[in-house]
């Protein structure tokens, strides 16, 4: 079975195999938010960003940010370092909304 995998995926070792699947969970992740926007836009039909969104923004982002690095691929590491930021900043905008709201 990892035989069969490795010659899918072109890659040469087990490691190599373990960082591809990584890589692959972090791009669903990062897909899945698109499926929790749409679903929440057409639930309320109208255009909606749910918290969950950036959830799965940050955690994609941060795992291929990790597979960008075993890759030592510069743009890779470029792109997801800045959305990482951006997604942080948007939690950080609602945790702050829920606190004044609260008080």
Request: hydrophobic share 55%; glycine share 6%; proline share 2%.
């Given at each position: ?22 890589g692959l969970f972090g791009q669903l992740m990062f897909t899945m938010r698109f499926l929790i926007q ?66």
């Amino acid at each position: 079975m990892i035989d069969w995998l490795i010659s899918v995926f072109h890659v040469t070792t087990t490691a190599e195999l373990v960082w591809v699947v990584v890589g692959l969970f972090g791009q669903l992740m990062f897909t899945m938010r698109f499926l929790i926007q749409w679903i929440a836009s057409e639930r309320q039909k109208k255009s909606v960003v749910p918290e969950m969104f950036w959830w799965f923004s940050i955690g994609g982002g941060l795992i291929l940010f990790a597979y960008a690095c075993y890759r030592a691929d510069p743009v890779f590491l470029l792109g997801q370092s800045f959305g990482v930021v951006i997604y942080a900043r948007n939690l950080w905008l609602l945790y702050a909304e829920k606190r004044a709201n609260r008080a």
